[in-house]
């Protein structure tokens, strides 16, 4: 994974390069993302940075225009959940694929190179030049299923 300073240098050109300043509510936002692991809606990161940083004036509004910038520029990913909204990660980490839970929104991260291996392959049958891909595999997490009996 990318250092922290480097995707901060990067995210700074990109404030820059869209005529935006950079602010420290900008700063908090993306070192959270960096630092925790996981998948947040706007409204978990905006809990979490309140609580490690009680005196930070900022609104959920700075959020949602952050994330979007930053997922414009390929430093967060998203995966969406319709009308229940997106969830957000830092994109600069190892690839992976989701299992996506449709119920409650949980995800798991996964890597199988079995299923690597096979776009690859599909790519070169059709003579396409594979850039990169999403893979999120939507179902009903264990949880969920036992809820259900």
């Known amino acids: 994974m990318i250092d922290y300073e480097t995707l901060l ?22 070192k959270t993302l960096y630092s925790n692991t996981g998948h947040f809606t706007p409204e978990e990161l905006l809990s979490i940075i309140k609580k490690d940083y009680p005196k930070l004036t900022i609104g959920i509004a700075t959020i949602y225009r952050t994330l979007g910038l930053l997922e414009e520029s390929k430093i967060v990913d998203s995966i969406s959940f319709g009308a229940k909204g997106k969830k957000y990660e830092i994109g600069v ?42 893979m999120n595999i939507m179902g009903i997490c264990k949880e969920c299923q036992k809820k259900k009996i």
């Open 93 to 134: 980490k190892a690839h992976h694929d989701h299992l996506v839970c449709i119920e409650c929104a949980k995800l798991i991260e996964f890597l199988d190179e079995t299923i690597e291996l096979q776009q690859e392959l599909i790519a070169k049958k059709f003579d396409f030049k594979m850039t990169g891909h999403n």
């Open 9 to 30: 240098i990067s995210f700074k050109q990109i404030l820059k390069d869209n005529g935006l300043k950079f602010t420290k509510q900008r700063d908090i936002i993306l």
